[in-house]
């Protein structure tokens, strides 16, 4: 059908068309990001056979969940105001909103700067007490740290193709960015000769940089990743219009962002808060090893998490739009589609999980005991999957909708007040299957709230939308 010339896409096409032609491109992005990180996690188990270097991969992770969080949760709030502001025909507050996420971009990414360089090494001495964990850890995370801006930019610019519906375009940034981490990855990271999956290839040429090349190659993805997206909104965002005097901190502006952004980001940093904590959980009541198959587990589940976190980054633009543009039909045909498509995904990725744990696990050169640990693991965590299917929706519904804090309540009692304390009492024990049950129960209370949340959301966003 043909589009208005003055009308946005996200409120003419039908909805189960543009949900999917929004989502599609990011779903496929979002696998080759979750590949990616696993390609990085494959090349460090393949340095040695300490499993120290993996180490040091497993015990950043928080740290880096920790900048996903404010540089995401600012972005969506961002995200979410530039769709409401085009719902409502309100060219000058998208324009302004684009200008002060921006700008919150470039203070986000000193912060994390200045952390990255300066308390690494802190961070990494409270986790171990192997030197070399610590220094290996020091090094990678204050190179993807220091050099953060070039994430923090790839989620501003990327975030704004989104909001508009240029998903494709958003796409291509993310899949070039990858693609260029995953080929630089082995490059960086060995040396000419160097015999990698027990001597199945050998390295033709390399500058043998270890962790610090796995670092260089991620920060190098994301630079040029970022470029990508700021040529794209110049010459391609017609709905947005970058300007210099806009780049500054609108007081209104940035009120509407962390409204949504701020629970967003609290709701991340928990789950960097439980990651940690886990990890000491595991470190001290069990073996570092485990630690380890925790880390693989996490980089496992983000092939199956990651394209429903596409999903949602294309539902949420559209559900902002419409409900700005009064449009409660629609609205309700997206979150309906996108729960359906969520429970789906997750589903089938429990199903690997519980079938070929063996295949999964034999990535990331496992010894006897890592696979008996991991076979575990995979099996009785992935009982969480299908409601989390459901529950990421909802959150998400949530936040663009304008009730942030309902998804931050969900978060909160899910991982503080629920996986914690019962993760805990679990290693107790001594089993450390017992543990891993700890997700499956934490998530049945993070279903029965999100479903009670979505209802009080929906009623209140029907009263909105009618007037």
């Given at each position: 059908m043909d589009i208005p010339a003055k009308e946005n896409k996200m409120g003419v096409l039908p909805v189960g068309k543009l949900l999917f032609s929004m989502s599609v491109p990011m779903m496929l992005s979002m696998l080759m990001q979750a590949f990616y990180n696993i390609v990085d996690s494959v090349f460090v188990s393949q340095i040695s056979e300490t499993g120290n270097e993996l180490s040091a991969l497993t015990f950043a992770f928080p740290l880096q969940s920790l900048m996903i969080a404010f540089g995401g949760g600012t972005m969506l709030g961002m995200n979410t105001l530039i769709s409401k502001s085009l719902g409502r025909k309100d060219a000058e507050s998208a324009d302004k909103a684009a200008g002060t996420g921006l700008f919150l971009t470039f203070c986000t990414a000193l912060v994390f700067a200045f952390i990255g360089i300066f308390l690494a090494r802190p961070f990494f001495s409270v986790q171990t007490e192997v030197q070399e964990i610590i220094d290996l850890g020091t090094v990678y995370t204050s190179i993807c740290l220091g050099g953060s801006i070039g994430i923090f930019c790839q989620f501003c610019f990327e975030r704004m193709l989104q909001s508009t519906g240029r998903t494709v375009l958003s796409t291509v940034t993310q899949f070039t960015g990858a693609l260029i981490n995953i080929v630089l990855d082995p490059i960086f990271i060995f040396e000419k000769g160097d015999l990698l999956f027990e001597g199945a290839f050998t390295m033709p040429f390399g500058l043998g940089l270890g962790v610090a090349g796995a670092a260089a190659a991620t920060i190098a993805g994301q630079m040029i990743a970022a470029l990508m997206g700021l040529i794209f909104n110049i010459f391609f965002n017609h709905d947005i219009h970058l300007r210099i005097k806009n780049i500054r901190p609108h007081i209104p502006a940035v009120k509407?962002?962390?409204?949504?952004?701020?629970?967003?980001?609290?709701?991340?940093?928990?789950?960097?808060?439980?990651?940690?904590?886990?990890?000491?959980?595991?470190?001290?009541?069990?073996?570092?090893?485990?630690?380890?198959?925790?880390?693989?587990?996490?980089?496992l589940q983000s092939f199956i998490f990651m394209p429903v976190f596409g999903l949602n980054n294309g539902?949420?633009?559209?559900?902002?739009?419409?409900?700005?543009?009064?449009?409660?039909?629609?609205?309700?045909?997206?979150?309906?589609?996108?729960?359906?498509?969520?429970?789906?995904?997750?589903?089938?990725?429990?199903?690997?999980?519980?079938?070929?744990?063996?295949?999964?696990?034999?990535?990331f050169n496992p010894t006897e005991n890592m696979l008996i640990m991991g076979k575990s693991c995979l099996r009785l965590i992935?009982?969480?999957?299908?409601?989390?299917?459901?529950?990421?929706?909802?959150?998400?519904?949530?936040?663009?909708?304008?009730?942030?804090?309902?998804?931050?309540?969900?978060?909160?009692?899910?991982?503080?007040?629920?996986?914690?304390?019962?993760?805990?009492?679990?290693?107790?024990?001594?089993?450390?299957?017992?543990?891993?049950?700890?997700?499956?129960?934490?998530?049945?209370?993070?279903?029965?709230?999100?479903?009670?949340?979505?209802?009080?959301?929906?009623?209140?966003?029907?009263?909105?939308?009618?007037?």
């Open positions: 509407e962002i962390y409204k949504v952004g701020l629970p967003s980001i609290i709701m991340q940093s928990v789950g960097s808060l439980t990651t940690f904590t886990l990890n000491q959980i595991l470190r001290s009541g069990f073996t570092e090893l485990a630690v380890n198959v925790y880390g693989i587990y996490f980089k539902m949420i633009p559209i559900i902002s739009y419409n409900y700005g543009a009064k449009q409660p039909s629609r609205v309700k045909k997206t979150i309906k589609i996108s729960i359906i498509t969520a429970v789906s995904i997750m589903a089938a990725g429990y199903a690997v999980f519980l079938l070929a744990p063996e295949v999964l696990l034999s990535l992935g009982l969480s999957f299908i409601p989390a299917g459901f529950c990421i929706i909802t959150i998400s519904v949530t936040q663009a909708i304008g009730n942030p804090f309902f998804s931050l309540i969900t978060s909160a009692c899910r991982q503080l007040v629920v996986l914690l304390p019962v993760a805990w009492l679990l290693s107790l024990t001594g089993n450390l299957g017992a543990v891993w049950l700890a997700f499956p129960i934490a998530e049945v209370v993070s279903l029965a709230l999100s479903i009670v949340f979505l209802i009080r959301t929906m009623k209140s966003a029907n009263k909105e939308m009618s007037v």
